[in-house]
Each structure stands twice: as C-alpha cells, then as structure tokens.
C-alpha cells in the first residue's frame, strides 16, 4: 500500500486553484523530492497530506486513511517556518516531541542537539533563524516516522547549514519510510533523491525515478528542471 | 493525550499566572503596610502625608490590579488561542496526533482553573486588606453562624437553597466558559481571513458578546413575565422565581457554548487559514 496517495486531488482558495486533479501515490522507502516553483502547489500539497487544509475535491490518503490523528502519529512534518513555541527552552522541546509522539527517539534527539553544541536550558527565543530551523529538524528526525514531510527544508539557510539539514536527513530517517521534500533548489538534494515529481501550476507535470531521468535524457534532474520550468 | 496537554497548557499559561498572582499579593501587603503606617502618626507632618499619598497611590494601583485579574484569565485564554493555533506554531499545535475535541476541551478545562485561582486571590487580597487579626480570630464563629443560617434556611426551603448555590456554581462555571469561546470563535472567524485578521476578530467579539446579552436579558424579562413571578412576594415564590431564572439561564449557556464551541471547530478545522 502506498505511503502517501493523491486521487484526483484539488484544493481552491476562492477563485484561486493551488491543485488540480493530483494523482499520485509514494511507495514506502523512498525518498522523492517535491519539485516545482514558487506557488507550483507544493506546500498546499503538504498541508493537505498533514490535515491542516481541507480539499476541495477529491482525496489524500496516509497508509490509506485521510489525514486524522491516527495519520499525524505516524508522519512528521517539517514546516516551511519556525513553529516552535519562542518561550519555550530547547529541553521543553524534546519534552514535548516526546510527550505527544510515541515514536520520538529522545536519545537520538538529545546527540544531536548536543552535537550542535545547544545549551538544553536555552530559550528559543534566544536562538538564531538558522539554528532554530536546525533544532526544528532535529526534534522532526528523531522520530521513527513511516513519511516524513518536509516542506522546503534547506529554503533561506547558508551552503554549510544545507549540507547539516541534508547530512541530518540522510543520516537519521528511518529507512522502511518515506521523504517527500518540498524544494526548488535542486541541485542541492539531487543527490539524495530517488523519484521526484515536478509540479507546475497545482498539476503532476512528471512523476519518475531520477535513475529514469539520467538514463532516458541524459541529463540531471537540475537540468531538466530548468528545461520544464524554462520562463 | 488530554492529560498531556493540559500538562504542557499548564506549562504555557503558568509562566504568566504565577507572576501576575505574585505580584497582586505583594502590592496587596506593601498597600496593607502603607494602610498601617498612614493610621499611626509616627515622625512628622511630612511623614504622615508620605505614607497618606503612598497609600492612595497604593489603593488606586491595587484596584487596577483587581481589573487585571479578573480580564488576565480571558486575555491569556485569548492570546494564547490565537498563538498556539492560529499563527506559526499552529503549524506543529495542530499535526499533533490528537483531536481538535481534545485540544479545545484542555484549553478549556485550563481557562476555568485560573479563572478559578483568579478568584480565590481576589479573595484573598481583599481579604487582607479589609481585616485584621482580631477580625480574623471572629472567622470560626462567623462560619458557624453562617452554617447553621443556611441549614435552617435549607430546611424552611425544602433543599431549595442548596439547589440554589449548586445552580449558581454552574452558571458561574458555565458563564467562563461561554466568555472563553466566544474569544475562541471570535478568533476562529476572524482568522481565516487573508486580511484585516485582528479588525475582523475584534468586531465579530462585539457581536458575539451584544447577541448573548440581548439573548440573555430576553431570558431574564420572559422569566420576570411568567405567571409564578407575579404570585404574591414570599420566600418560597423568591426562590421558585430564582430557580426558574438559573434553570433557564443554564439551558441558554449550553446553548450557547454549543454555538460557540462548534464554530470554533468547524473554522479550526474546515477554515483553517495558517499563514
């Protein structure tokens, strides 16, 4: 059964269509990158999978549910913004990851923040964009998750904090699962990907393994992206 | 899950709470200690009329701080709705494994204990400022003789006035927790609209509240009109009277939270405008 199934998906805000019709399915192990433009629908797509939107028409499905509780126990979502709570410290983070999720590795977790040299009684607060966006991605890792959604995870940070966040990735996501990664900075994760699917205004533009892309074009999925997006 | 959150509710709230407490207590014996030193005519003029004006400032602060405590629950219940749901952190609030039922229902269950701490710290500073120890050592006696006035009461009124006090309780319980989901609906609303969010919020908090008490002055004029009201004045018809307006002022507040509560779920969940 698929991870993470789209049929005939839409989402429309007023007059506005950020998806139309989406089909689409992810297999469990997979990492796939979710590639497209600003206002492709890449994030509303992700919103969608973590029921912080409704559709409009058709259906989303988590390990063939529609996104409920029971969904959200098993995905782990990295938002495109800091959505830790400021007054909290860095060790009522991991308290609370681990109070709600039943998969949250705490050990897992307290390395690596230990690594990123974080003093645990430290607010949020205090901490710099960077570093707050690298704790988000620590607390959303550690957790044995069967999808992991990560909406423009390497968006707005330097070349070296893209390396940490890819390396993270990579290195801490549980392997019998699913990575969908939200990005127009290709050239970044191409490396990591198996599949990606291009999006371009709210539709399934191509939906292939990036192996089928070097193989049938002879190109890089950054090149061929630049070719499909072409202004 | 509801235990957790009302843990980590807690947690959030408390860091407000406990200071505002705090502080309401010790301008409260700093104002009973100025109280005391203003009625004792130690030093001079100068001396007098120092510890005079520090204690008129002192008693003007603590009747604003009185007004503080009473709005600190609602406003603290209000923004950290719109914080923990409505804005950024909305975004990790709301893919928790749990309901939008458990999530409302532990904010609510959180919004009524402090509006309850609220309570009894009001009591307690009023309570400091207007006795001294000799009153206190009146305090059992003074219980006793309430007691047994309220037992031969509830005897002449056949369990009516206790019926009465538990009717009270409720709407008080109740009435907390209309006030707070008319805020969360207010919010609900208002934020999922691309535009003019706050504007928006503090109109529809006018409305809401003008459309309970126009409900609830209706409530109190048709119960005042009923047949039993305009019987002959007696202990019995006062108390039939007032067990008629709090069984009706019950049913309009459930009402009411039923209205307030399901807006409040259909806009946090089928409305939803994170940013």
Redesign the interface.
């Known amino acids: 059964m698929s991870i993470l199934e789209c049929k005939a998906l839409t989402k429309r805000y007023g007059g506005k269509t950020a998806l139309d019709g989406v089909d689409l399915a992810v297999e469990p192990g997979r990492i796939v990158g979710l590639l497209g433009p600003n206002g492709s629908g890449k994030t509303t797509l992700i919103?969608l999978a973590?029921?912080?939107?409704?559709p409009t028409s058709g259906e989303i499905l988590i390990d063939g549910r529609a996104p409920s509780?029971?969904t959200?126990?098993i995905?782990s979502?990295l938002?495109d913004?800091?959505?830790?709570?400021e007054?909290m410290s860095v060790a009522?983070t991991v308290d609370?990851y681990a109070?709600?999720?039943a998969d949250f590795r705490r050990d897992a977790a307290q390395e690596m923040i230990a690594r990123l040299g974080l003093d645990a009684s430290g607010r949020v607060k205090a901490l710099s964009k960077g570093t707050r966006e690298k704790l988000q991605l620590v607390l959303v890792m550690s957790r044995a998750a069967r999808l992991y959604l990560l909406d423009e995870p390497i968006g707005g940070v330097d070349p070296a904090t893209r390396d940490y966040i890819l390396r993270t990735i990579i290195s801490n996501y549980n392997e019998d699962a699913s990575v969908v990664i939200s990005t127009h900075l290709i050239a970044d994760v191409e490396q990591v990907l198996d599949e990606v699917i291009f999006l371009q205004n709210g539709r399934v533009e191509r939906h292939t393994s990036v192996d089928a892309i070097r193989s049938e074009t002879g190109k890089s999925v950054d090149e061929l992206f630049r070719e499909v997006f072409k202004c | 899950m509801l235990r957790k959150l009302i843990k980590h509710e807690f947690r959030a709230t408390s860091r407000i709470m406990w200071p505002i407490f705090a502080g309401m207590l010790a301008l409260t014996l700093v104002m009973r200690a100025a109280m005391y030193m203003t009625n004792r005519y130690w030093g001079g003029f100068d001396t007098a009329r120092f510890f005079s004006t520090l204690y008129s400032l002192l008693f003007l602060a603590y009747i604003f701080g009185l007004a503080a405590l009473c709005l600190a629950p609602l406003v603290l219940s209000a923004v950290r709705f719109r914080n923990h749901i409505l804005r950024d952190e909305g975004y990790l609030t709301l893919t928790l494994p749990v309901s939008i039922h458990r999530l409302l229902l532990s904010k609510l269950i959180v919004s009524a204990v402090w509006y309850a701490a609220a309570f009894l710290v009001m009591a307690l500073t009023m309570l400091v400022v207007s006795t001294t120890w000799s009153d206190l050592r009146t305090f059992p006696a003074l219980f006793g003789d309430l007691f047994s006035a309220f037992s031969q009461l509830e005897d002449s009124l056949r369990s009516g006035a206790m019926l009465l006090i538990l009717q009270i309780f409720l709407a008080c319980v109740l009435g907390v927790i209309v006030s707070t989901l008319i805020v969360y609906a207010a919010y609900a609303v208002g934020y999922s609209f691309n535009r003019h969010k706050s504007a928006i919020t503090a109109v529809l908090l006018l409305v809401f509240y003008q459309l309970v008490q126009i409900a609830g002055l209706r409530l109190t004029f048709d119960v005042a009109d009923s047949e039993r009201f305009s019987q002959a004045w007696s202990a019995h018809a006062a108390m039939s009277f007032a067990h008629s307006f709090f069984t009706m002022a019950l049913v309009g507040e459930l009402v009411s939270c039923a209205i307030f509560y399901l807006i409040t779920w259909y806009f946090t969940t089928r409305k939803l405008n994170l940013e």
Do not use: H, M, S
Request: a positive charge; hydrophobic letters at 35%; proline letters at 12%.
């Open positions: 919103k973590n029921g912080l939107l409704t509780p029971e959200k126990a995905v979502y938002p913004r800091n959505a830790l709570p007054w009522q609370y109070d709600f999720y």
